[in-house]
């Protein structure tokens, strides 16, 4: 394997995703699977007081954002930014916030802000306000972007102070336009960040599990996914769906 100790994800040989990878010429099936054979080196626990069904989005949604927020050095004295209050932003502000950084979310309105100051953001403004690139320009460590959209990417590097740094967890189709002088004169920095590896999946369900951090979930059952397909292309998802697998038999 050619990748660094314990950031497997990061393998350069590949990885075979447990779900719509392939192995052995069949699909894998991640959590839909019946049976699954792991080597003891890949398998997480879950602490004791976490809950599955609460448990199952920290495994995407929570390992996405603790990883770049630990590797940048979210903490006490630092200015976070997350962009979106969705399935992934709202773990990025519980978790930003435990770590002890002063968290501000960026969202496309305020409709979510009473949400957002109850996850434990200090701040919320409304990206679709113009005064908020004015007022905030140079204010930030570290701007996490959770939205798989093609952003203005001048304007949101603008809010990044000297060394500052934007991580892309967001993936979207589109390509993104970074004109160069959005990052030479502060010295700023944009990078992307995938999921974290075992190690640090393993801590970051420590860390949550410590700090009674959880995902915000609505439990559905297997009947229930094109309902629930049609309200996350509609926004109406607060914050993630978790599908009751003991429904799909």
């Given at each position: 394997?050619?990748?660094?100790?314990?950031?497997?994800?990061?393998?350069?040989?590949?990885?075979v995703?447990?779900?719509?990878?392939?192995?052995d010429?069949?699909?894998?099936?991640?959590?839909y699977s019946?049976?699954?054979?792991?080597?003891e080196?890949?398998v997480?626990?879950?602490?004791?007081?976490?809950?599955?069904?609460v448990?199952?989005?920290?495994?995407?949604?929570?390992?996405?954002?603790?990883s770049?927020?630990?590797?940048?050095?979210?903490?006490p004295?630092?200015?976070v930014?997350?962009?979106?209050?969705?399935?992934l932003?709202?773990?990025?502000?519980?978790?930003?916030?435990?770590?002890?950084?002063?968290?501000?979310?960026l969202?496309?309105?305020?409709?979510k802000?009473?949400?957002?100051?109850?996850?434990?953001?200090?701040?919320?403004?409304?990206?679709?306000?113009?005064?908020t690139?004015?007022?905030?320009?140079?204010?930030?460590?570290?701007?996490?972007?959770?939205?798989?959209?093609?952003?203005?990417?001048?304007?949101?590097?603008?809010?990044l102070?000297?060394?500052?740094?934007?991580?892309n967890?967001?993936?979207?189709?589109?390509?993104?336009?970074?004109?160069?002088?959005?990052?030479?004169?502060?010295?700023?920095?944009?990078?992307?960040?995938?999921?974290g590896?075992?190690?640090?999946?393993?801590?970051?369900?420590e860390?949550?599990a410590?700090?009674?951090?959880?995902?915000?979930?609505?439990t559905?059952?297997?009947?229930?996914i094109?309902?629930?397909?049609?309200?996350?292309?509609?926004?109406d998802?607060?914050?993630?769906?978790?599908?009751?697998?003991?429904?799909?038999?």
């Open positions: 394997m050619n990748c660094k100790a314990g950031e497997e994800q990061y393998c350069l040989e590949g990885n995703g447990t779900y719509g990878g392939m192995l010429g069949k699909p894998t099936d991640g959590g019946e049976k699954i054979v792991v080597d080196n890949y997480c626990g879950i602490p004791e007081g976490v809950e599955l069904d448990a199952a989005p920290l495994l995407c949604a929570g390992i996405t954002l603790y770049p927020l630990k590797h940048w050095g979210a903490g004295g630092k200015k930014a997350i962009v979106g209050l969705g399935g932003g709202h773990m990025g502000v519980k978790i930003a916030a435990a770590l002890g950084a002063e968290v501000t979310v969202s496309q309105s305020l409709s802000k009473d949400d957002g100051e109850k996850f434990g953001a200090q701040h919320y403004y409304a990206t679709s306000d113009d005064a690139f004015e007022q905030l320009a140079g204010s930030f460590d570290l701007v996490v972007n959770t939205v798989s959209a093609a952003l203005p990417m001048d304007r949101y590097l603008s809010l102070g000297l060394n500052g740094t934007m991580v967890v967001g993936a979207p189709a589109e390509p993104l336009e970074v004109p160069a002088f959005s990052l030479i004169p502060m010295r700023r920095s944009w990078a992307g960040s995938m999921i590896g075992i190690a640090e999946t393993q801590e970051m369900l860390f949550c410590e700090h009674g951090l959880g995902a915000e979930i609505e559905i059952s297997a009947d229930q094109d309902e629930a397909y049609d309200r996350v292309v509609g926004s998802v607060r914050y993630r769906f978790v599908i009751d697998v003991a429904t799909m038999a």
